[in-house]
């Protein structure tokens, strides 16, 4: 049995393990205009550079839990970080777009082995006592990446090479490995159990087509009908999917998990704070680039409070916790993001900066007291054996929860834009490009050195962000009225599923 202090080192490492995933992505975000222009990078290129890791990363997690599970955690994450380190290289050095989605692709690989696997090791590591506060520091650590990747992003795209916001993960990743290594202990699940081929297979085409449906309906909308047509083919598969589990004589997934009103109620609401919160990442970098005039530095600032929010909330809640409940917590929670939201909502363009520092602050006290909570809860009811596969089902979740809050949410900030935005006695090429997004606008504003065009572009963007607040809002309102009707009344209501033996 590990001492508390090596637990806690070996916290520190899957820390270090997140932190390098969370980076990435947001450090990516920054570069893409160099991209565009030093690789020659179409608007279909930039998307694949992001499409191509979403979708490994969909297609993958849920086998990577299974394999962690049966073959040992620790060996796959060292694995996973090794691969991870590698493909962040290939990505540094990329000389063709084609060789940057191939790199991305296997970055997102990577990505989905060390998602699945932290949790489970979490859960083998702590009880659940001391769990509440090991899940708000990878949560807190996750989150990071928010402000750290624009940050050091914007830095490096100044000083170096783009392939430098790339290189930033080397450090971690070295620096995970040795501590992967030296503290955290091996686990297994259960090494016996058999594979399941067909429930892999159908859970990979189900979570890709969702996922690229989901993409897809962003940049198309919702009315296409190839868009539908992948939607919909992802959901039949998954509804395939829980037929044959339930007649596998190993399933891949434990739907008696299902029944513990514990897992489904925190995989539910840290699927929806995903859906709102990474709807407002959409809006936020926006509002201080495009509407606000900040480079990608003084991005990473502005959007430091939503982490100090969130460090100060997941505090509060594991006091709470202790004395009023986790089905208090999270539905305080979801409250206090519906009410950062709502007063979002009420930002206009001459709005001070120190407002949107407050409501931002409170949406992140909000995401403290939710998400830890609902791993908590969603994590305490897997048995140690099927904790890989069973944390790999809740990033999925987790996942397609986020991609629909970008698309849904980023549909409705675009609509209300392209509808409120002043484009009379434009020329048509003009017209088009401002109403293609409020960062095109402001380029065409400034190339003709118009300020009462810069003006309306900039009030039409807020005035889209509004109206994706008060969905997002209502969304976690929602939640947080469910949450006191679905979780348990005391405690976390999270005993381990175990499986009858004629279901194992």
């Not at 989150?143 to 290189?167: E, R, Y």
């Amino acid at each position: 049995m590990t001492t508390l202090t090596t637990r806690w080192y070996a916290l520190a490492a899957l820390a270090l393990c997140t932190l390098a995933v969370g980076l990435d992505g947001t450090a990516l975000s920054v570069a893409l205009p160099t991209l565009a222009g030093d690789l020659g990078a179409s608007t279909s290129d930039l998307q694949w550079f992001t499409t191509s890791y979403l979708l490994v990363l969909a297609a993958a997690l849920l086998p990577a839990g299974m394999l962690g599970d049966r073959f040992g955690r620790k060996r796959f994450l060292l694995g996973a970080l090794a691969l991870f380190g590698l493909a962040s290289a290939a990505c540094a050095y990329a000389s063709t777009t084609g060789q940057l989605i191939a790199a991305r692709s296997v970055l997102g690989l990577a990505s989905a082995v060390i998602m699945a696997l932290m949790g489970a090791v979490v859960t083998v590591l702590f009880d659940e006592r001391e769990r509440p506060r090991a899940l708000a520091v990878w949560v807190t650590a996750n989150a990071l990446g928010v402000p750290l990747g624009p940050l050091l992003g914007g830095w490096l795209l100044d000083h170096f090479h783009w392939g430098s916001v790339f290189l930033i993960n080397l450090p971690l990743v070295v620096a995970g490995l040795i501590a992967v290594a030296a503290w955290v202990p091996e686990s297994h699940g259960d090494r016996g159990r058999g594979s399941d081929p067909a429930g892999i297979l159908l859970v990979a085409a189900g979570l890709v087509a969702v996922t690229y449906g989901i993409i897809e309906a962003g940049e198309r909308g919702w009315g296409d009908g190839r868009t539908r047509l992948i939607i919909a083919s992802g959901v039949l598969s998954l509804i395939v999917l829980v037929f044959w589990q339930r007649r596998a004589a190993t399933p891949l997934i434990d739907l008696a998990l299902f029944r513990n009103r514990a897992f489904t109620g925190g995989t539910l609401f840290a699927t929806i704070a995903g859906f709102a919160f990474f709807g407002l990442l959409f809006a936020l970098p926006q509002l201080f680039q495009a509407a606000g005039g900040q480079d990608a530095f003084g991005t990473g600032l502005r959007l430091l409070p939503v982490i100090g929010g969130l460090v100060v909330g997941a505090r509060i809640a594991g006091t709470l916790a202790g004395r009023l409940g986790v089905r208090v917590v999270i539905a305080a929670g979801l409250a206090l993001m519906a009410a950062g939201l709502f007063a979002g909502a009420l930002t206009s363009a001459a709005s001070p900066y120190g407002y949107v520092a407050f409501w931002i602050t409170l949406t992140g006290i909000g995401l403290g007291f939710t998400m830890p909570s609902s791993m908590n809860a969603a994590l305490g009811a897997l048995t140690p054996e099927r904790s890989g596969v069973g944390n790999g089902l809740i990033q999925a979740l987790r996942q397609v929860g986020s991609a629909i809050g970008v698309a849904v949410l980023g549909m409705i900030l675009n609509s209300g834009y392209r509808s409120a935005v002043g484009t009379a006695g434009l020329p048509e090429r003009a017209a088009d490009a401002v109403r293609d997004s409020a960062a095109s606008g402001v380029a065409v504003a400034g190339q003709l050195g118009d300020p009462a065009l810069l003006a309306s572009v900039r009030a039409a963007f807020v005035s889209g962000m509004d109206l994706s607040l008060l969905v997002a809002g209502a969304v976690a309102a929602a939640g947080a009225v469910l949450a006191l009707i679905i979780m348990p009344a005391h405690g976390t209501g999270s005993t381990p599923v175990v499986l009858a033996e004629s279901e194992a």
